[in-house]
């Protein structure tokens, strides 16, 4: 991290670009997650710089094979050859010239040259001869060679890992797939639920400082048209709303709980499906939210108490387990399960832009063979006639389609619902799939929402 020399005096960047500078150094050289790097570092910027500081960073870092290739033709060596706090300097640079508009070329230059100053024993001098032949080659010249015909084109062009590309080229065929990795670096929705176990989301919406619309077919649902800190606000500290995808809020829906019912919420931290489903019933019945992670548990309580879901009980435990308390006696006993496993994520990578570079091939049979675990564990306490939703936010056959087939072929009682037509005919199928099997898998670049696999089952 940044030596004794750059807290000798305060910098001369632009504050938005130190704090995106030192996410880049905590994300590459410490391994930190982007998101929680970023709200440590933009703790004292005002709104105005924290967005600016959260562009510049998640698009580094989601952009880093393919700024890494400009890199390395520029500097004419390869990167793994730079000392890490010149090659942030790079990167960071080489992403505000490439791919965003509005900033004079030689300030940026300047900037990236003065934190490499500041944070590295030499290399300044490279950052400031490869960013000034940047501005003159420009990005036509420079990206503008990347193809995407092949799934290792599009990867580069992209900056989507090779493994990916080819997955989903095989997956969702090379058109869809192209689609889905040019969306992944764009900004994701910013959504909002409205908590109707305090108000509606009409009110809620008009107490918002900035522009929002709705959805036809969610009606907690309030996107917001500008950036707006969601957790400074007073309307999330009262439990008027909390952040949540559009597609994440179409899981609860599916499994459509009724109020006075018992329903169990399997991997429930963070909590925002679980008091999604607790607003659903009104309040009334019972949602058990199990968390392995005591943490976690605790933040699901928190947030469950912040939004007066009364109705929510944790429990730490094992998803793969019977619940503790519930014993020989709890079996079948709840009239719809929630299945919300530990996926891949993939669905997600434009609000977790280091996600694909910590994702292997390995990652994904892993990530199924603990689902099913969940699954099965999850069936066994599901009464006759209930209702039961898999879910994940990842797009991947192997941890969705495939895993449901086979626990249908274990699992002879269970019937699946057609969950396509069922969203559909409570509105528009603004987001969708809606594939013959009935299942749902939402695809960013096609649904402006997360990508989120859907599955209804009922045991008969």
């Given at each position: 991290m940044p030596d004794g020399r750059s807290q000798a005096a305060p910098s001369r960047v632009a504050p938005a670009r130190v704090c995106a500078y030192a996410v880049l150094r905590r994300v590459f050289e410490q391994g930190a997650y982007c998101d929680e790097a970023l709200r440590a570092a933009a703790r004292s910027l005002?709104?105005?710089?924290r967005a600016l500081a959260m562009r510049l960073s998640y698009g580094a870092v989601q952009r880093r094979a393919t700024l890494d290739h400009v890199i390395e033709g520029l500097a004419e060596r390869p990167v793994?050859?730079?000392?890490?706090?010149?090659?942030?300097?790079?990167?960071?640079?080489l992403y505000e010239l490439l791919y965003t508009s509005g900033a004079p070329g030689y300030a940026v230059v300047a900037d990236a040259v003065q934190l490499a100053k500041e944070n590295?024993?030499?290399?300044?001098?490279?950052?400031?001869?490869?960013?000034?032949?940047?501005?003159?080659d420009g990005a036509p010249k420079l990206l503008g060679g990347l193809g995407e015909a092949t799934a290792e084109q599009a990867a580069l062009r992209h900056s989507h890992p090779r493994w990916l590309a080819e997955l989903w080229w095989e997956e969702l065929g090379a058109e869809q797939a192209r689609a889905l990795m040019a969306v992944d670096n764009e900004p994701s929705e910013t959504a909002l639920r409205a908590n109707t176990l305090v108000g509606e989301a009409v009110a809620v919406a008009a107490a918002l400082p900035v522009a929002s619309h709705g959805d036809p077919r969610l009606p907690e649902a309030i996107v917001l048209d500008e950036p707006f800190d969601v957790h400074g606000s007073p309307l999330w500290q009262s439990g008027a709303l909390i952040a949540q995808s559009r597609a994440a809020m179409l899981v609860g829906r599916a499994l459509a709980p009724e109020p006075g019912e018992r329903v169990l919420d399997l991997c429930a931290a963070p909590g925002g499906k679980t008091t999604h489903l607790a607003a659903l019933m009104a309040g009334e019945g019972e949602v058990?939210?199990?968390?392995?992670?005591?943490?976690?548990?605790?933040?699901?309580?928190?947030?469950?108490?912040?939004?007066?879901?009364?109705?929510?009980?944790?429990?730490?435990?094992?998803?793969?387990?019977?619940?503790?308390?519930?014993?020989?006696?709890g079996r079948r006993a709840f009239d719809r399960v929630l299945v919300d496993p530990p996926c891949s994520g993939l669905g997600t990578l434009q609000a977790h832009p280091d996600l694909r570079w910590r994702m292997t091939p390995q990652s994904i049979p892993q990530m199924a063979a603990a689902g099913a675990e969940i699954l099965a564990a999850a069936a066994e306490v599901l009464r006759p006639g209930g209702v039961l939703v898999y879910s994940t936010c990842t797009i991947s056959t192997t941890e969705n389609e495939r895993l449901i087939a086979a626990f249908l072929d274990s699992n002879p009682e269970f019937r699946v619902d057609d969950l396509a037509t069922?969203?559909?005919?409570?509105?528009?199928?603004?987001?969708?799939?809606?594939?013959?099997?009935?299942?749902?898998?939402?695809?960013?670049?096609?649904?402006?929402?997360?990508?989120?696999?859907?599955?209804?089952?009922?045991?008969?």
């Open positions: 005002d709104s105005r710089d793994q050859r730079l000392d890490p706090p010149v090659l942030q300097a790079l990167r960071l640079g590295a024993r030499a290399g300044h001098a490279l950052v400031n001869a490869v960013l000034r032949r940047a501005v003159r058990v939210a199990v968390e392995r992670n005591r943490t976690r548990a605790g933040t699901l309580a928190r947030t469950a108490q912040r939004l007066g879901a009364g109705n929510v009980r944790v429990e730490v435990a094992d998803a793969r387990r019977p619940l503790p308390s519930e014993g020989d006696a069922r969203l559909r005919a409570e509105g528009p199928l603004g987001m969708g799939s809606g594939e013959s099997c009935g299942f749902v898998q939402t695809l960013p670049h096609r649904d402006d929402t997360a990508g989120f696999f859907i599955a209804r089952l009922h045991r008969e």
